[in-house]
């Protein structure tokens, strides 16, 4: 049954709820943010203030259990994605999670379950299938203007951040019980999910990972090979443990008529390049990035569209990524061995 008004409670308000998406809750027509929760009650009423949210928590069953909120957004690390959304849907409240969607596939598919058995929607914050440049790399495609897609090949290299090279300062994110994995689950879901939107599912994947350097338990080389349902091939190449200088971030789509190049992350033009020459796409993001997908979701809960963002189709990237990694993870005790792995999807 479709909801009017859409009434939000936030799990987890922290660093990406500040800009990226918190505000946006109360900025889209018919929805508002009514309740926040974080285990720091101080914290917690400070965010709540700060952004005129009336209401706010330190227990997340209170927050579900909010008989005004009838939908919630889990903002927190992805080892409580599925415990949290899974006590939403049963709570009967609709569920919109950051991603990646869950630490692994399995738990993405049980939260899929819970979706279908409560009946109730479930969304993911991937948000790039709603920016305005990566809308306008799928319509240059869609459109045929760099003629057949034929292979798309993806970097991704970053330096190591100052935190990170001390354990007791190292963020969640490269905790593979908290995050699934390390910043290769974080950022290439991203990329990954763009490219499912653009291509279609990918059905074969093959991926070797590495802890190269030894800074964190996790992995901090990726590199795999992909092919999608319509036939484009994929590569991929991912460290995050590479010289300052030497950071990159492009994806490229070749076609048999031309290439599109753009950056993942830092949301620059699209550039076109054929036979003709360079033409080069500007576009401007909403303030707060995940506007465009929450006023999506909304319009969904109400009954008047479709979201591009599902559990589904987040679950499908969270299986790629998964298969890129599993034999690291399967030699975790074992040295951390780099190992590989193959699997038609």
């Known amino acids: 049954m479709a909801l009017t008004e859409i009434h939000w409670g936030i799990i987890g308000c922290g660093n990406v709820t500040e800009l990226k998406s918190g505000p946006a809750f109360s900025k ?6 009514v309740a926040v929760m974080r285990r720091n009650e101080a914290l917690a009423e400070d965010y709540a203030k700060r952004h005129g949210v ?6 997340a069953d209170q927050l579900i259990n909010d008989p005004e909120v009838n ?6 690390p992805p080892d409580t994605h599925a415990s949290y959304a899974i006590a939403a849907m049963r709570a009967g409240k609709s569920v919109y999670v950051e991603k990646p969607m869950a630490r692994n596939y399995q738990e993405c598919q049980e939260m899929i379950r819970v979706s279908e058995e409560t009946r109730l929607p479930l969304f993911v914050a991937y948000y790039r299938r709603t920016l305005p440049a990566f809308l306008k790399v799928k319509e240059l495609i869609d459109d045929g203007i760099i003629g057949r897609p034929m292979t798309v090949n993806v970097r991704l290299h970053k330096s190591v951040p100052e935190r990170d090279l001390k354990p007791e300062t190292q963020f969640w994110h490269v905790n593979p019980e908290i995050a699934g994995a390390g910043y290769f689950y974080d950022l290439a879901s991203h990329q990954l999910d763009f490219l499912d939107f653009v291509f279609g599912p990918v059905i074969q994947v093959y991926g070797l990972a590495a802890n190269q350097a030894g800074h964190y338990p996790a992995e901090d080389t990726v590199t795999g090979t992909f092919r999608f349902g319509n036939g ?38 699209v550039i076109l390049t054929t036979p003709e020459g360079t033409v080069s796409f500007s576009s401007q993001n909403p303030e707060n990035i995940q506007h465009n997908l929450i006023d999506q979701v909304v319009k969904t809960l109400r009954g008047e569209s479709e979201c591009v963002s599902t559990g589904k189709s987040a679950a499908r990237t969270s ?6 990694v599993k034999h690291y993870y399967s030699g975790y005790d074992d040295n951390k061995r780099t190992k590989g792995s193959c699997r038609n999807i």
Not at 28 to 33: D, G
Not at 71 to 76: D, E, G, L, M, Q
Not at 238 to 262: H, Q
Not at 319 to 324: P, Q, R, Y
């Open 28 to 33: 889209v027509e018919h929805s508002r943010l």
């Open 54 to 59: 009336s209401k706010w928590y330190s227990d």
């Open 71 to 76: 939908a919630v957004y889990i903002a927190t």
């Open 232 to 269: 484009v091939i994929g590569t991929g190449s991912w460290c995050f443990v590479v010289a300052k200088g030497n950071e990159e971030d492009i994806i490229e789509i070749n076609g048999t008529k031309g290439k599109l190049s753009f950056s993942s992350f830092q949301h620059g033009d």
């Open 319 to 324: 299986a790629v990524l998964e298969e890129m």
